[in-house]
Each structure stands twice: as C-alpha cells, then as structure tokens.
C-alpha cells in the first residue's frame, strides 16, 4: 500500500512539471511565438514570461525579428544585348508579422529567393550590359520594391538587396578589356595632342611678346638716338655760334683786324700750296693782287658785323 501511494505520488509529481513546463513560456527578445488552440491560431506571444493552457495551446510558430541575411543564388540572366551575365546577390528582410509568417506562405524564404531572383532577370532583361554596370543601385531599388510588394501578404518587410557580383562571359570580358585599353590609350593621344597644341601656344605667344619687347626697345633706340643727334647738332651749332661771338669779340680789339688779315692771308696761300701738292704742275694765281682784294673784301664783311 506504501509503495503505491509513492508511485501515484510521484505520478502527480511528473504531472505538476510538466503542466507547469506546458504553461509557462519565455520568449526570448526580438522573438515572437505564434500559438494554436485546438489547431487553430489563437495568439502571439511576444518576449518575456507567457501562460498558456497546457494540452490545449501548443506553440506551432517561431520566428526571429531580427534583420536576416539570404543568400541569393547566382543566376545567369540576358541583357537587352542578349549578353549572357552571371549575377548573384543577398537579400535583407525582417519578419514584421508572425501570423502572417505563419500562415501567408509556406515557406516565405523560399517564395523570396525564388521572386528575387525572377525580378532580377526581368530588370536585367530590359538594361544593356554596359548599363548593368553604372545602375546597380537602380537594380536593387527596382528588386526591393518588386519584392516588398508581395513579401506584405508573407508577414515580411524587404529592407534592401545588394548584387554582390556580375560576371559576363570571358569573351564579354576580353572585349571590355580592350575597349578600355582603347578609350584610355585615345585619351592619352589627345591630352598628349592638347599639350603640344599649348606649347605651341606658348611658344608663339612667348615669341609675340618677345618681337613686341624688341620693337620697343628698337624704338626706343631710335628715338634715344635721334635725341641724341638732336641733342649733338643743337651741342655743335651752340658751340658755333659761341665760336663765332668770341671770335667777333676779338676782332673788336686792338690789331685784331690786322690778326685776321694775317689769318686770312696764310688761309689763301695755305689753300694754292695744297693745289699744288695735287697736280704736276705748279698752279700760280693769274693776278697775284687777288690776295689782296680777298683779304679787302674779308675785312669789309669784319666791318659790317661789328656794325651790327
């Protein structure tokens, strides 16, 4: 009789844990639990400690509210240019309803993966490939909003995708290769084009400016010179005239006429001396009295400026 009571003692025991395990729940954060009664969706427990009816309630459901990750498989899709392009991606999403999550797909992952991926060769489809390249942020927007749409009824909230990587066939890539070897060697022709068109720019106007500056410093020279002869004349016809004044001004002293008849005679003979030197004969004036008239008629222009 003892041992029977212990054994239905420790029956009731067993039972007490295990309704009480049945019971209580703890949802861990950023977690959300779905529960069925009798098969049927009753509730979501959130995080924290939850009671439920044991043998009644079950959790069917649980799902993680944290931002996920998913890998998208690569792909091969055709461009407008009906290139053949290898892309793979990842996609971000978060579950926002976990009813919804529960019961809108059966498998919402895979209903993502495989409409991400039919997305992305329909926007590929309609790009060239060059495009493909400089608009990749308009294929992730296009793949996101595509997506979200769809992902509402699935309890899943698309946050972004990200293309990871586009490989076109080698031949693709050989052929861009060259292309770019191409356009950057075309650029290299013509800034070398543009520079020797500056330098002979440069080399022209540097030679401009240089005539320009040896025009004005001929000018200049030019016109120092004519000042300069300018200046000599005016020297010379000033130290004439000075000449001339101290000139009359001795004459105008005692015996200067008789100085200047001497001078003017000695002038004379001077002058037939040197006929003579340059001819054979010997040149002798035919009125020997000519000496003195020239020296009357010097001594009458003496005169008449010291009149004056």
């Known amino acids: 009789m003892e041992l029977s009571f212990g054994t239905f003692s420790l029956v009731l025991f067993i039972i ?108 590929i489809g309609r790009m060239e490939l060059d495009k493909t390249f400089e608009e990749r942020d308009h294929i992730n927007k296009a793949i996101v909003n595509a997506i979200d749409e769809s992902a509402a009824n ?31 060697e075309k650029r290299a022709l013509i800034a070398a084009s543009e520079g020797r068109r500056q330098e002979q720019i440069n080399i022209a106007s540097g030679e401009r400016e240089a005539a320009i500056a040896r025009s004005e410093g001929e000018k200049q020279a030019a016109i120092n010179r004519a000042q300069g002869q300018a200046a000599s004349i005016l020297a010379i016809a000033e130290a004439s005239a000075a000449a001339l004044r101290q000139t009359a001004s001795a004459i105008r002293e005692p015996g200067g006429a008789d100085a200047v008849n001497l001078k003017v005679a000695e002038q004379y003979v001077n002058a037939f001396a040197q006929l003579a030197k340059t001819n054979n004969s010997i040149i002798i004036p035919a009125n020997m009295s000519d000496i003195g008239g020239l020296i009357a008629g010097a001594m009458q222009v003496v005169k008449s400026q010291q009149k004056t």
């Open 154 to 184: 699935w309890g899943v909230k698309v946050l972004r995708y990200e293309i990871k990587d586009l490989t076109p066939p080698k031949e693709i890539l050989h052929a861009m290769q060259a292309q770019i070897t191409a356009e950057r």
């Open 16 to 123: 007490a844990v295990v309704f009480v395990i049945k019971t209580i729940n703890v949802v861990p954060q950023q977690h959300a639990w779905v529960v069925e009664r009798l098969g049927k969706y009753h509730s979501t427990l959130g995080p924290g400690l939850n009671i439920v009816l044991p043998f009644v309630d079950r959790v069917a459901y649980k799902h993680s509210l944290k931002e996920i990750p998913l890998d998208v498989p690569s792909q091969v899709c055709i461009t407008k240019d009906n290139t053949q392009l290898q892309v793979d991606g990842i996609l971000y999403f978060q579950v926002t309803d976990a009813m919804r999550a529960s019961y809108g797909s059966s498998n919402y992952i895979a209903a993502i993966t495989q409409l991400a991926q039919t997305t992305l060769r329909s926007v």
